[in-house]
């Protein structure tokens, strides 16, 4: 036929044009072209072995269909058996673009390190410091899913990052709020992407008492919160986070959200003012949106031995969908740094001071709350 | 008094067992040593070079007698046992822990020459629960006070330690708290648990493990014979392992399953014989347990040899991986996908 000036452009190669029984000469020479070179591959791997089939990891899946796109020649009307599967050419390719797509060019030498970590994580060949942090898996798994999640879906702004010391202990101290602990996961990540330090929160006792929750606590750097443990993670230089509502905090209702609790007994003041390190007020808000806390079973509470059962307008109703938090926007703001080293020794055997210093920090957090507030213009934007 | 440190007369307690055997015999071929005195309540096995053994019972106040006589200046408490394995059951135990303790100690006063006394002890003290704090200082105690079994003992025998001091103001004690003790030839239920070719672990919780090798068991107590300071110290090897991760250095299989199951198993199997497992292991393979060491480095003056992972790492030597599959599926892979060429040459991390 004598339209040579249409080329298939938008039909991707396919023979496109007219009934689609006979392709047109165009789509033909495309075709033809495209074919030849695929010919030695195809018929030598119809049967896949099996070990070849597992190879290709998780990270092909989504990246087979810029293959068949790319690479792959003008669809075969051929009938394969359904049983056949996919050949493994068509895997090894697929797994290759995958590792171009997650590693770059470069991708055999990145290949080999991630298979290296993979195979030191296996035989237990790393390193933990002595509260059980693995400072590996926080980064590459914990902090690396929390930080889509806080950039994406909460679009946490961070203020003030300045104010935590580059190095040295220093005690970070926040308010608390969410009905499930999310603030401190969002917290941890957002420090470790402004400043590089990891943040070592403090946890309650029921974090240490609980399955699954207590080893992922550990390692990803949290200790309980004990006089003896943030002492010893101050003195050792660490930047310490605290929550000193703790359960008071994020199990309030909706009702009173943004207005701090009582700050515990004190116990983090007393800590810092023993190892002479700076505190650092935190300011979270939006937090507090993520799960409206509406209603509570404490019978079923205590039944089960935690605080609370939360009730939201979408949990337990709509199950796991539910636990789906409200894109809230969060503001993080890192206030001035509290000196504790002026005082004099002994100061932290003074409950007086100690009661005004906890003051002092709960009334710097709750006037930032109000002031992130009157600055953020709705609950969602 | 004898006051030539060469002619010093050690008396060592427990040497019946491996440990306590090897420990005397390593005593005994000290030159700064003059004698070493073995006591047990049934002969060692195996050799015992330049000690001399005598069979006597240290809940009998026998004990007091062989101080005297052989003018015994230094004594070794090893015989503070974690189970009763061959000696019978939990009362023996009992027995042979609290009241062989008394007596030694009661023996100990009344011999003015006895102007050193060190005890063996363990860091099982501080139990292991979910309150504990990360490191314990020789300052703290555990936050539920044992109620039974190989804590208990401990804590008894400590607490009659210290009361032995305070009566004999001019006796040095040296309490020393061991972590678990590891090593190719060690028996302890920790070593038993770590042979089983499965092993079950605490679904959801993962402990946190110091080891001291048993060459600075040995080392830490001549140590302490040699230098004598008064107090309670730590001793430990350095760092931490965790339970997982150790059981992925040793390529064995483990089966997570919930607390309770773990310790109706653990109970099975020391009725079956095939492990040695004791009920207070449960707690610690749960939550795990880690001990500060800093006083042992600047008071008493002792280096480890071995760190907590060298130790564990020169126990699994002889033991056959019994896994590691998983292991060796990504080295095929990675010979496969990158070539030989490329295999070690990631430097991540």
């Known amino acids: 036929m004598g339209d040579a000036e249409i080329i298939p452009i938008g039909t991707r190669g396919r023979p496109g044009r007219g009934t689609g029984t006979q392709p047109s000469s165009a789509a033909r020479n495309l075709a033809g072209g495209a ?44 009938e394969r058996h359904p049983l056949r599967g996919i ?31 993979l195979r030191r994580r296996v035989t237990g060949d790393y390193v933990v410091d ?9 980064e590459r798994f914990l902090i690396a899913a929390v930080r889509p999640i806080a950039e994406k879906w909460f679009r946490v702004e961070v203020i003030g990052a300045e104010n935590i010391p580059a190095e040295g202990g220093a005690l970070v101290v926040s308010n608390h709020s969410g009905t499930i602990p999310v603030d401190g996961l969002v917290t941890l990540a957002a420090i470790h992407d402004h400043t590089g330090r990891h943040l070592r929160p ?59 609790q009582r700050f515990g007994r004190g116990g983090f003041v007393s800590a810092a003012l023993r190892t002479g390190v700076p505190i650092i007020p935190l300011s979270v808000v939006g937090a507090e949106e993520i799960y409206p806390l509406v209603g ?16 939201t307008p979408f949990f337990p109703w709509l199950g796991p969908l539910g636990l789906v938090p409200l894109p809230s926007k969060w503001l993080l703001e890192f206030g001035e740094p509290i000196r504790t080293d002026e005082y004099e020794q002994g100061a932290a055997d003074d409950p007086m001071l100690v009661f005004d210093v906890t003051d002092q920090v709960r009334e710097t957090i709750q006037q930032t709350l109000y002031s992130l507030l009157m600055k953020r213009r709705s609950v969602f934007r | 008094m004898v006051s030539d440190r060469s002619g010093r007369v050690v008396l060592v307690t427990g040497v019946s067992r491996d440990l306590g055997r090897r420990f005397a015999r390593s005593l005994a071929a000290d030159p700064e040593v003059g004698r070493v005195i073995g006591v047990d ?80 002890s363990s860091t099982t003290v501080y139990g292991a629960s979910s309150r504990d704090p990360a490191m314990f200082t020789e300052d703290m105690g555990p936050r539920r006070a044992p109620r039974e079994g190989y804590a208990k003992d401990v804590a008894e025998v400590e607490s009659y330690v210290r009361g032995f001091a305070r009566r004999r103001p001019d006796c040095r004690v040296t309490m020393l708290r061991c972590a678990n003790v590891i090593g190719p030839h060690v028996t302890s239920p ?26 600075d068991l040995f080392a830490v107590l001549q140590h302490a014979v040699r230098h004598p300071v008064p107090g309670t110290f730590n001793v430990a090897g350095d760092g ?71 130790a564990f790492a020169d126990f699994i030597s002889l033991l056959p991986p019994t896994g590691g599959y998983t292991d060796r599926m990504l080295a095929a892979l990675e010979q496969q996908l990158v070539g030989p060429a490329m295999v070690g040459g990631g430097e991540r991390g």
């Open chain 1, 35 to 78: 074919r030849p070179k695929r010919k030695p591959a195809a018929p030598a791997t119809e049967a896949p072995a099996a070990p070849e089939q597992q190879k290709p990891t998780e990270a092909d899946a989504p990246a087979e269909v810029p293959v068949a796109d790319l690479e792959r020649g003008p669809v075969t009307t051929r």
């Open chain 1, 87 to 117: 050949p493994t050419s068509d895997w090894l390719a697929a797994f290759q673009h995958a590792a171009r797509e997650v590693f770059g060019e470069n991708w055999e030498p990145q290949l080999a390190a991630f298979l290296a970590f």
């Open chain 1, 130 to 138: 002595e509260y059980g942090f693995d400072a590996e898996i926080t």
């Open chain 1, 202 to 260: 403090l946890g309650a006792d029921l974090v240490f008492r609980m399955p699954v929750v207590s080893a992922l606590a550990r390692k990803s750097g949290a200790t309980l919160a004990c006089n003896e443990d943030a002492e010893r993670m101050l003195n050792g230089g660490e930047l310490v986070g605290v929550w000193p509502e703790g359960f008071k905090g994020i199990g309030k209702p909706y009702s009173d959200r943004y207005k701090l």
């Open chain 1, 296 to 311: 509570n079973i404490p019978t079923l509470a205590r039944l089960l031995g935690v605080p609370y059962i939360p009730i």
């Open chain 2, 41 to 120: 309540v049934v002969p060692p096995r195996g050799d015992i070079g330049d000690m001399s053994f005598v069979r006597a019972d240290i809940r009998t106040p026998v004990i007091a007698k062989v101080i005297a006589k052989e003018d015994v200046d230094t004594v070794v408490h090893m015989s503070v046992i974690a189970t009763p394995g061959s000696a019978g059951g939990r009362s023996t135990m009992k027995e042979l822990n609290v009241i062989g303790t008394m007596q030694l100690l009661a023996a100990c006063q009344k011999s003015p020459r006895v102007e050193h006394l060190i005890v063996k």
């Open chain 2, 190 to 215: 920790i070593t038993s648990y770590f042979r089983l070719p499965v092993i079950p672990r605490v679904l959801g919780f993962d402990a946190r493990l110091q080891f001291l090798h048993q060459n």
């Open chain 2, 240 to 310: 931490i392992l965790m339970l997982s991760q150790a059981i992925r250095r040793m390529q064995r299989p483990s089966v997570p399953m919930p607390g309770f199951a773990v310790g109706s198993l653990g109970s099975a199997l020391r009725s079956a014989r095939v492990a040695d497992f004791s009920p207070e292991q449960l707690a610690f393979l749960t939550y795990g347990r880690g001990v500060d060491t800093t006083r042992m480095r600047t008071e008493l003056g002792f280096e480890p040899a071995f760190t907590t992972e060298q």
